[in-house]
């Protein structure tokens, strides 16, 4: 048992003079002896002073109230539970501690903002910005004292980044895992995956075997282990990113789930891209109510963006707009920060002097706190019972920046010290300190790295990133980039090469993380080959992980430095041929077509000097998928096939498959289907030679587009099939998804809904098991559509409910348009027409926002039916008439018969009887000269005919429409193969049953 209490003591020799011993007496002592025989065997009790500053380091009890022998009324106390997985900061003077100053509304608002969370069970998001020094990690750790204290079944998980991070995908994440799962840096692969998986089961018990392979996967690709048969190898880069954020998604809601979550996110601005993506993501969760589960708030601490329309600006701004909130920290104002010296030393300095200190300082706390720190070192300031100053003020000289403050601290230690300080700066702002020991070839730097803790220019963390080593950091990003400027560049150079031996030297499957930070220390180090191929691996890595603006990176840097050499060997030029190839693929992916232009053209001109014919091709393909992507299709299919005769000359069967597919894209993309077929038909059978079954399921899928645009739905359907069987062989969902959702139009548009809804539901499926987001929104709203069509409306409702959730989360103003549209169509079928012109309008906003004329013409029509609906006749007659319009300039001609058919509606409401007679002649003279094919809805259209004429008296001519009708409707019933759904179609569907019901009633009559 152990009992901790801190503060003042009597020290020294007592006794007498023969028998004395050094000792300690007090009151603070006393209690500390009370809390001893208080605690219970095997737990150590502190007083809550004494915890004031260990919440960031140890985990703690809930408070209790005791009684001690001594003390008038019950203390509070803690039972310190075992040291954190990741420390936090603890900031302030050794020996010294002042409460915080000038942030108390800020801790206020925090609080206030948690509170809210756990009576309201939500989440939400805060930032706190500001300059390097004001205050965010105090009021971090105020925060966080106060959340323990109050709220102590709460989890606090924290996680921090780093200069040399910025480039590592997932670090912050990675850190928030490992905090979640109180997993050790230390652990292997196989303990790593047992741990996981053990916890990821106590956290989700329900959890099927797929789920949590794709869990596992994801876990294993951000904390940098493999995994026997991981699913996500199966995946694209994309895709794979897609599932992880998934997977992360569902781990916090269920964290969340099993008590209140507080994510802390320090030091934001030097987030990786990855991080910033998935952060975005949960921000939008939360901004579209889909964070359902649990409380958690997200605490991000950064420094402002310089640049606000970069990833990290953009990410800022959005944490400024509701429901998130953003606290900015500002200077402290004179007063405080005369109060936080006084707090500091305990008492008030000469008036002078603290008027020197709060100019200079200019209302930065950290600033304050160095100097005190630097008039202490230099024995201006000393303590005899109170603090004293030594020398005049007049001569006091307080360096002009923080830095040189930092400079003068790091000058005053003893020589050696000095020097482990500036090879540990070099290091990083993290260092190792075995590393340190031998760059440094001393018998131990322990003596130095006590003498900078006690200093507060560095702090050991609990656990480290390299196995069997202590792991250090700088306090601030400050010291160390002062003491590395105090190295000599020569020197730096040298050091940089050992410290990037040393990490080669430890570099293995379970520490890949280390692959930017060789290749940054041999950069320095001027060693341009082992740059070059560190660099080259660590843009793999990023490029596999989409972690693109990364990739680009390192490609670039080591395309420069490759560029710089006087000459290029033959290697060198395949190794530059590597490289750029490398990026031309990243800026491929994302949009980047400039840059991916600049790039093919040094591409094709290496591929020619190296002679090399499979590099020909390769280049040609890359040409024909960026032609395409610019809509240049002529010169994509004469890419193309340059393509195919390099694979030829080269004998690369692959190559010639992926050019006979890329040519026939170029026609596809031209309409010209029958040229397109004979090259996908050779595709197949060399791919089929070739045992080449991936490329062959991508030609199938291809084959079946083709035919599904020349009306061949049979051979569609056939090929379609194909690819999938091909697909569920190679196990690759996501080719999986895309032949199910293929078929599905195939089944839809030969009117099986039912047997559509089959694959419909199976695509959607794999969607959300492989984190497809954007495809999972397609999903979904062809799936509402089909519910839409068998009159299932409140089901048809949810799907594209969720459709839209989803797309304004994705910011994928598409799909958010169409499944705004959709709702419209179906609250008007529900006969809520209010709620139907609401969605209506916002889908004509979106498409006339991002430019889609098609899009308009849909949403002008809905919104159109949807006022008629609210007798707003006028205004739905000239919305109809622009749809009509609109529909006319892009080709969808048989779509206007929709629009006339409401138009005749509009018009008999108006008692305007000739023109909906002119109305229903337009649409009957439509459709006997052209059919019902591209009429969204022929039969609301023959019944609007009906309408029209009965009112008139022409009721043969009704009736005669009515059988057409009818005949119209069997002959899509007779289509759907399943019975129940065949009966749902029509009965359920009003305008379904009343065509039945009329006809066949007459029939028996």
Not at 578 to 595: A, E, K, M
Request: proline content about 2%; hydrophobic content about 40%; charged content about 20%.
């Amino acid at each position: 048992r152990i009992g901790l209490n801190a503060g003042e003591v009597v020290a020294g020799l007592v006794w007498g003079l023969k028998a004395r011993s050094y000792t300690v007496m007090g009151d603070t002592v006393n209690l500390a002896a009370r809390l001893e025989s208080a605690a219970p065997v095997g737990v150590i009790l502190a007083s809550s002073y004494t915890t004031r500053k260990l919440h960031a380091i140890f985990d703690l009890s809930p408070p209790e109230q005791i009684s001690v022998k001594g003390k008038s009324d019950e203390i509070t106390v803690y039972r310190i539970l075992g040291e954190k997985s990741q420390r936090g900061r603890v900031r302030g003077l050794t020996g010294l501690h002042a409460p915080m100053i000038g942030r108390e509304a800020e801790l206020k608002t925090l609080e206030e903002t948690f509170t809210a969370n756990i009576e309201q069970v939500g989440w939400q998001a805060t930032a706190v910005t500001g300059n390097a020094g004001l205050g965010k990690s105090r009021l971090q750790n105020e925060f966080t004292a106060w959340i323990l204290q109050n709220h102590p079944k709460t989890r606090v998980l924290m996680s921090r980044s780093f200069h040399h991070t910025r480039t590592t995908p997932y670090h912050f994440i990675a850190e928030l895992v490992r905090n979640l799962f109180s997993l050790s840096r230390e652990a292997d692969g196989e303990t790593a995956v047992n741990h996981l998986t053990a916890s990821l089961q106590a956290l989700e018990p329900d959890l099927n075997k797929t789920e949590l392979r794709y869990q596992l996967g994801s876990l294993a690709g951000i904390l940098g282990f493999s995994l026997a048969h991981d699913l996500m190898q199966n995946l694209e880069p994309e895709q794979r990113r897609d599932r992880t954020f998934l997977s992360l998604e569902r781990i916090f809601l269920s964290a969340a789930a099993m008590q209140p979550l507080v994510i802390l996110i320090d030091d934001l601005h030097w987030a990786d891209a990855l991080s910033l993506d998935f952060l975005e993501r949960i921000l939008n969760m939360i901004a579209f109510g889909e964070a359902t589960s649990g409380t958690a708030m997200w605490l991000i601490l950064s420094r402002p963006a310089e640049n606000l329309d970069s990833k990290f600006g953009q990410l800022l701004t959005q944490l400024e707009t509701d429901p998130q909130q953003t606290i900015e920290l500002t200077s402290l104002d004179n007063v405080q920060a005369e109060s936080l010296i006084e707090k500091l030393l305990g008492q008030q300095l000469p008036s002078d002097l603290r008027e020197l200190i709060t100019k200079q300082a200019q209302g930065n706390p950290f600033y304050v706190e160095e100097v005190i720190r630097s008039l202490i070192e230099e024995h201006t300031l000393e303590k005899n019972g109170t603090w004293r100053v030594t020398r005049d003020v007049s001569e006091i000289s307080i360096p002009p920046s923080v830095q040189d403050i930092l400079a003068a601290r790091i000058d005053r230690l003893p020589p050696q010290d000095k020097q482990v300080t500036q090879h540990a700066s070099i290091i990083g702002r993290i260092f190792w300190q075995h590393i340190l020991n031998k760059i440094t070839e001393s018998d131990s730097v322990e003596p130095t790295l006590f003498l900078l803790e006690m200093r507060q220019l560095a702090e050991k963390m609990e656990e480290s990133q390299i196995v069997e080593d202590w792991e250090w950091v700088f306090h601030h990003g400050l010291i160390q980039e002062v003491a590395y400027n105090s190295v000599p560049k020569n020197l730096r150079r040298v050091i940089h090469q050992q410290v990037a031996a040393i990490l080669e030297s430890q570099l293995g499957e379970h520490n890949l993380f280390l692959l930017p930070l060789i290749a940054e220390h041999y950069e320095l180090g001027k060693v341009a080959d082992k740059a070059i191929e560190y660099l080259d691996r660590a843009g793999e890595q990023a490029a596999v992980q989409f972690a693109n603006l990364e990739a680009i990176e390192y490609f670039s840097r080591a395309i420069t430095l490759l560029m710089a050499q006087e000459s290029l060997s033959q290697d060198n030029l395949e190794r530059l041929y590597g490289l750029l190839n490398g990026r031309v693929g990243v800026n491929h992916l994302i949009g980047q077509r400039d840059q991916q232009q600049e790039d093919l053209v040094q591409l094709q001109s290496l591929a020619a000097a190296l002679q090399n014919d499979q590099h020909r091709a390769e280049v040609a393909l890359q040409y024909s998928m960026y032609y395409h992507a610019t809509s240049d299709y002529p010169k994509a299919v004469e890419a193309a096939q340059d393509a195919v005769g390099y694979a030829e000359t080269a004998a690369n069967n692959r190559q010639k498959v992926e050019g006979l597919n890329a040519w026939a894209s170029g026609h596809i993309s031209q309409g010209e289907f029958d040229i397109a077929l004979l090259h996908l038909n050779q595709a197949q059978t060399l791919s089929q030679q070739s045992n080449d079954r991936l490329n062959e399921s991508i030609t199938l899928v291809r084959l079946g587009i083709v035919h599904y645009y020349l009306g061949d739905y049979k051979t569609a359907q056939e090929k379609y099939e194909d690819a999938l069987a091909l697909a569920r062989q190679l196990n690759n969902l996501q080719r999986q998804a895309a032949c199910l959702t293929n078929l599905m139009a195939i089944y839809h548009a030969n009117g099986d809904i039912g047997q559509a809804l089959t694959y419909g539901e199976e695509s959607l499926q794999i969607t959300q098991i492989i984190g497809a987001r954007a495809t999972e929104a397609i999903s979904l709203n062809n799936l509402g559509a089909l519910y839409h069509a068998l009159g299932s409306y409140e089901e048809a409702k949810k799907y594209h409910e969720r459709a839209l959730t989803l797309s304004q989360s994705l910011h994928d103003r598409g799909s958010e348009s169409l499944a705004s549209n959709n709702l419209g169509l179906v609250f008007c079928d529900l006969g809520d027409y209010a709620k139907a012109v609401d969605f209506a309008k916002d889908a004509v906003a979106i498409d006339q926002a991002i430019g889609d004329r098609v899009g308009q013409g849909y949403s002008f029509t809905t919104l159109g039916r949807a006022l008629y609906g609210t007798n707003h006749l006028s205004e739905a007659e000239e919305i109809h008439h622009k749809a009509i319009t609109i529909k006319q300039e892009t080709s969808q001609d048989a779509g206007s018969v929709d629009n006339l058919a409401e138009l005749a509606h509009i018009a008999m409401a108006q008692e305007k009887i000739d023109t909906a007679q002119n109305y229903v002649h337009q649409i009957l003279t439509w459709i006997d000269n052209k059919g019902v094919n591209g009429i969204e809805y022929p039969l609301k259209a023959y019944l609007a005919c009906v309408s029209v004429l009965e009112s008139i008296g022409e009721y043969d001519k009704a009736e005669e429409i009515v059988a057409v009708a009818y005949e119209l409707l069997m002959g899509k019933a007779e289509k759907i193969s399943n019975e129940e759904t065949r009966l749902a179609y029509l009965n359920n569907v009003t305008r379904n049953k009343y065509i039945f019901q009329r006809f066949t009633k007459k029939d028996r009559a």
